[in-house]
Every structure is written in C-alpha cells, then in structure tokens.
C-alpha cells in the first residue's frame, strides 16, 4: 500500500467519524416515548397494501414524540391538521383520509408548542407522514439522504432547502448514547428509515415506518408490490428482524388498526 493511498484511507475514516458524531443536545437520554394520533385512513382495497386482503380496509397514522433530556424530537407529522373539522375527508388515491385531532392540540396537551421540537425525524416522505411539516420550520429535520434527494414525481424537491437537515447515509446512533437509533430500511421509498428507541422501563421499541404497514403483511413477510423497490423491501423486513432479536426490542407498526387499543396515546407517555 503506498503512503498515498494510507493517507487518504485514514482522511476518508475521519470523514467518517466526523459524519457521524452526534446531534448537538441537552443533557440525559430519551426519558419518555408519547404515541400521538395523526389520523385516519379508509382504503377502498385492502389488498393494496396487505397482499392477499380482499374488500375494504383502514390503517392507523401514527406519529410519535420523544423526550430526549432538554430535547424533544418528533417522529413523523402526520396527516394535514387542516382535515380536522372536515367529516368528509380528503380523497388520496388509495382511499379517503380523514382526522379527528390535531397534531398542534396534541402537542399543547403535552405543555408543548411546534417552536419547541429541536428534531423533526421522518420514517420517509410519503404525505400521510409529512403532512404538517409546514408547522415546524425551524426543526432540524432528520431523513436519510437517500429520501431527501428523491425527486418529487412531477420533479422539485421534497423538503425546502432553508430547513435546517441532517441527511443520514445508513444507521445512525442519533445522540450518541444509543437511545435513539435511525436503522435504515429503504425499498417501500428510497430512503426509508425506522426509529429504535431505547426506554429506561419499557425496554427497546422499534417504530415501524412504512417498512411494514400491517401485522399480517409482517407475520407473512410480505410486502406491497405498490413499494418503491420490493426485493430491497424485503430485505429490509430480515434487517428490522434481526434489530429486533439484537435489541430483545418491540415492534410498534404504526399503521396497523388493531395495535390502537394496546396503547397508551399522549398526554399519557412510556418512560
Ligand atoms: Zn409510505
């Protein structure tokens, strides 16, 4: 190996470190998980989502918030808050999106205003869970790189280049302490990513994204074929396995209806 090439591996490998240093924070670790309500989705088919489904189905939209010390970072927005107060709906074209509550109130209820999130991390940019990022502008959003440079379908970008953002490439242990994890999961978009969070009572979640939209499309190990990649979906299904058994961690899928009832939503929190 030539002197050369020993320099720049060793330049290449600071970059890397320097890349991956810790988020600017408060002190402490992530002391509470608050599960928020982001809305409704009524499919008119099942099957575009769980493979195999037939006839008329719904999915939960799931948002959730953590305290991290002095910090608070917020895991996806949701859908629109503007839905609230509008029974009809809006029509998306898998179904019809509706709202009861809004983020913002749910926020409030936690003693908390949009100004005070830090870290606006997103699963992926699909609109039912970005829907309210115009309420948080001075967040520092938190995506894979991947996600932030996929063009929007009729081309433009998906964030607006004044955000502040911290543009991941792979896992990332966020803070430094192994509290808050981004574990890259790409296929359903190209950036996809879950959260592994670590409590101190509950133990270690992982918040599903978009890697897997129901129970049944989990326990099946499948996927929609509507997905950005599927044999990369896939494998992303064997990663988040694999995550789970290394961190003995539970898997929360935000979207599946039947995981509702079994948990606690904010103000009320898991510690
Ligand atoms: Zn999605």
Redesign the pocket.
Known sequence: MSWLLVVILAWFAGMQSAWAQPVPHGTGGAERLYVLYCGDIALNDASSFTPGASGPGALSDTCYLIKHGTDWLLWDTGLPDSLVGRPEGMKSNAGVWTSRKTLESQLAEVGLKPSDIRYLALS?S?P??VGNLNLFPQATLVVQKAEYDWVQPFGGPRFEPEQPAIKAEGDRDLFGDGSVTLISTPG??PGHQCLLVRLPKTGAVLLSG?AVHTKANWDHHRVPERNFNVPQSLASLDRMAAVLKENNAQLWIGHEVSEVPLRKYAPQYYE
């Open positions: 992926h699909h039912d869970h359903h978009s978009d």
